[in-house]
């Protein structure tokens, strides 16, 4: 599975691209369909609370799968992204599952 981080507009720290790799391998457990996750990380707006924004989008052979949520911090935005796509895989592998 392949991992591509982008952070726009400013570098990210190699701790905070550490965190999301770790984070992210965790996908593979849940199917072996996933061939790429890309996480992309922005900051909006920087002089305000809540400003740090992540979108990631799940490259499987059944299907894509996205999420983007804005939070104070990047570690809290990517878990709260990583629980909606862990919803969305469980929804699609039950619907996979009734036909």
């Known amino acids: 599975m392949e991992v591509l ?3 726009i ?3 990210a720290t ?3 691209r550490d965190f999301i790799e770790k984070k992210v391998s965790k996908f593979g457990k849940f199917s072996e ?3 790429k996750v890309e996480v992309s990380l922005k900051v909006v707006k920087p002089e305000t ?3 740090k924004e ?3 989008k799940v490259l499987a052979s059944s299907g894509e799968f996205f999420a983007e949520k804005v939070c104070d ?3 809290e935005a990517v878990d709260v ?3 909606a796509l862990v919803r969305q895989l469980s929804k699609f592998k039950e619907k996979q599952r009734i036909r």
Do not use: P, Y
Request: net charge negative; hydrophobic share 40%; aromatic share 8%.
């Open 54 to 56: 992540v979108s990631i």
């Open 5 to 7: 981080i982008q952070a």
């Open 49 to 51: 609370s809540m400003n």
């Open 9 to 11: 507009h400013f570098d």
């Open 81 to 83: 992204c990583l629980e």
């Open 14 to 16: 190699e701790k905070l």
């Open 33 to 35: 369909e996933i061939r």
């Open 73 to 75: 911090t990047f570690e």
